[in-house]
């Protein structure tokens, strides 16, 4: 297994437009995380999977975004009519079962909407 | 344990020297931490952790210290080189245990 894994890893896109990234968490881990993370900024907590259920969305997560782990396996984070405040880098983490364990962040999606 | 805070924003050190990198957490009752460090135009990247039952933790280059009656944790590298240049994150699960909070952030530099 090579960790996580993320793409694309760049998209550029015009405001308005709707994106798609995908996360490939470690294979055998139940717990998939999304996060954003602006420049200068820790990573902050978008949302999180365990197995296929959504168990939790932050308020930074709005109507605009939504998030799906159809069969518990890979991740897409869906971001539509994008607003140039979307730019920044999303990543996606998965562990084993809860957050007190490693958790391994792919390389991120960096997104810029123009 | 929603409020992971660092010293810092930045630190430079020499080439060689050892670098301690600090942090500071609100929740006594915290159990575990983490530190990551994230490279440029990278994602964190886990580094070691601690739990509450431990006061210090060692890695290869890296110690972490906890002291709970401070609610303070550090990360000290050894022997600093170019390659550790990086900002630094100590992150613990939050309150409800669902998912892992990050502070923001220290940038180590590197002098040569």
């Known amino acids: 297994d090579t960790g996580v894994s993320q793409d694309p890893r760049h998209k550029i896109t015009k405001r308005g437009q709707n994106v798609t990234f995908r996360c490939d968490p470690i294979?055998?881990?139940?717990?998939l995380y999304w996060y954003r993370q602006t420049l200068g900024q820790g990573p902050e907590f978008l949302t999180y999977?365990?197995?296929?259920?959504?168990?939790?969305k932050s308020r930074l997560l709005s109507d605009r975004f939504s998030a799906e782990r159809p069969k518990g396996s890979f991740s897409t984070l869906e971001i539509q009519r994008t607003e140039q405040g979307d730019s920044a880098m999303y990543l996606c983490?998965?562990?084993?079962?809860?957050?007190?364990?490693?958790?391994?962040f792919g390389q991120g999606t960096r997104l810029t909407v123009v | 344990g929603e409020n992971v805070g660092l010293h810092l924003p930045t630190l430079s050190v020499q080439e060689g020297d050892n670098s301690i990198i600090n942090c500071a957490y609100s929740?006594?009752?915290?159990?575990?931490f983490i530190w990551y460090k994230q490279e440029s135009g990278k994602g964190p990247q886990f580094i070691i952790d601690?739990?509450?039952?431990?006061d210090k933790r060692q890695g290869q280059r890296v110690t972490v210290l906890l002291n709970k009656t401070v609610k303070h944790l550090s990360l000290q590298i050894a022997a600093t080189q170019p390659g550790d240049s990086a900002v630094y994150f100590c992150?613990?699960?939050?309150?409800?245990?669902?998912?892992?909070?990050f502070g923001s952030g220290t940038r180590l530099s590197i002098r040569p």
């Open positions: 983490a998965s562990s084993q079962d809860s957050p007190n364990t490693e958790a391994f």
């Open positions: 294979s055998e881990h139940n717990r």
């Open positions: 999977f365990q197995n296929e259920a959504q168990l939790e």
């Open positions: 929740n006594s009752a915290s159990d575990y």
């Open positions: 601690i739990r509450s039952n431990m």
């Open positions: 992150a613990e699960p939050d309150s409800s245990a669902s998912k892992i909070i």
